[in-house]
């Protein structure tokens, strides 16, 4: 594995750690790659209960490394990040998510794929895409308002303005705000929790719960990555980038 994306199996339960700690774990082409193929390969190893993800150095995710997104964009549905964001959806054992620092972007939208998810008190979340002239992803046009309600997955998604740990927890996104001392011990315990469970009545449950919406979900990540991939050569979204990476210049 590429090491940007740590793995660690152990007792049933496989680490992802997002591990760009420098630039806030940006996610680079090569680690939705590896990450992809991460969650492929652990959907079919008996060895693997539970998928832990957590990012390194007090940082989930900043979303999207814009630079590389520009040298290495998505063209279709088979782009790292597409096949990436379909494994999770499709992940058949549970996925428990550790939250510290910044989850932006795919970073927040990802967690609508977990089964449990912990976040800080200094967590901080946000779906910029329309700051940045382009559309939501990873089915949150489908999940955020089903878990969230119409008026709040608006607000989140149309202002693309940062919140708090209180507010994802009030949006559905996370089940828990936990002290940022708290956060390793509170996951390894909950993902240890659901390692411990049978492990077909588990996937089955998990089915149950995801299956109702599975066409719905598949249909979204299609419409919203054909309309990502045109937005993306939008005039809008290249003066929103050329904007962004001007001021951080």
Same mark, same amino acid.
């Given at each position: 594995?590429?090491? +940007?994306?740590? $793995?660690?199996?152990?007792?049933?339960?496989?680490?992802?750690?997002? =591990?760009?700690?420098? %630039? %806030? =774990?940006?996610? $680079?082409?090569?680690?939705?790659?590896?990450?992809?193929? &991460?969650?492929?390969?652990?959907?079919?190893?008996? &060895? #693997?209960?539970?998928?832990?993800?957590?990012?390194?150095?007090?940082?989930? $995710? &900043?979303? =999207?490394?814009?630079?590389?997104?520009?040298?290495?964009?998505? &063209?279709?549905?088979?782009?790292?990040?597409?096949?990436?964001?379909?494994?999770?959806?499709?992940?058949?054992?549970?996925?428990?998510?550790? #939250?510290?620092?910044?989850? #932006?972007?795919?970073?927040?939208?990802?967690?609508?794929?977990?089964?449990?998810?912990?976040?800080?008190?200094?967590?901080?979340?946000?779906?910029?895409?329309? =700051?940045?002239?382009?559309?939501?992803?990873?089915?949150?046009?489908?999940?955020?308002?089903?878990?969230?309600?119409?008026?709040?997955?608006?607000?989140?998604?149309?202002?693309?303005?940062?919140?708090?740990?209180? +507010?994802?927890?009030?949006?559905?996104?996370?089940?828990?705000?936990?002290?940022?001392?708290?956060?390793?011990?509170?996951?390894?315990? !909950?993902?240890?929790?659901?390692?411990? %469970?049978?492990?077909?009545?588990?996937?089955?449950?998990?089915?149950?719960? !995801?299956?109702?919406?599975?066409?719905?979900?598949?249909?979204?990540?299609?419409?919203?990555? +054909?309309?990502?991939?045109?937005?993306?050569?939008?005039?809008?979204?290249?003066?929103?980038?050329?904007?962004?990476?001007?001021? %951080?210049?």
């Amino acid at each position: 594995m590429s090491d +940007t994306l740590l $793995t660690h199996l152990e007792a049933g339960i496989l680490s992802l750690t997002f =591990n760009r700690p420098q %630039k %806030k =774990n940006a996610f $680079t082409s090569e680690m939705y790659e590896a990450a992809a193929r &991460a969650l492929v390969e652990a959907d079919s190893n008996d &060895a #693997v209960r539970v998928v832990v993800l957590t990012g390194s150095g007090g940082a989930f $995710t &900043a979303g =999207n490394d814009l630079k590389d997104f520009l040298e290495h964009p998505p &063209a279709g549905e088979d782009s790292p990040v597409f096949r990436f964001l379909r494994a999770l959806a499709h992940f058949s054992r549970p996925i428990v998510a550790g #939250v510290d620092g910044v989850a #932006v972007g795919i970073g927040t939208t990802l967690l609508l794929h977990c089964d449990y998810v912990a976040a800080t008190e200094r967590a901080v979340f946000s779906m910029p895409f329309v =700051n940045l002239g382009l559309s939501p992803e990873g089915a949150s046009s489908v999940l955020l308002p089903r878990v969230a309600g119409l008026a709040l997955a608006s607000e989140l998604l149309m202002f693309g303005e940062p919140f708090d740990a209180p +507010t994802a927890l009030r949006a559905g996104i996370i089940n828990q705000v936990v002290p940022e001392a708290s956060l390793a011990d509170v996951v390894q315990k !909950r993902s240890t929790a659901l390692a411990a %469970k049978p492990v077909e009545s588990l996937r089955l449950t998990k089915r149950l719960l !995801r299956e109702p919406l599975r066409a719905t979900v598949d249909d979204a990540l299609s419409r919203e990555g +054909t309309l990502f991939v045109q937005r993306l050569g939008s005039a809008e979204a290249r003066e929103a980038f050329n904007a962004f990476l001007s001021k %951080k210049k």
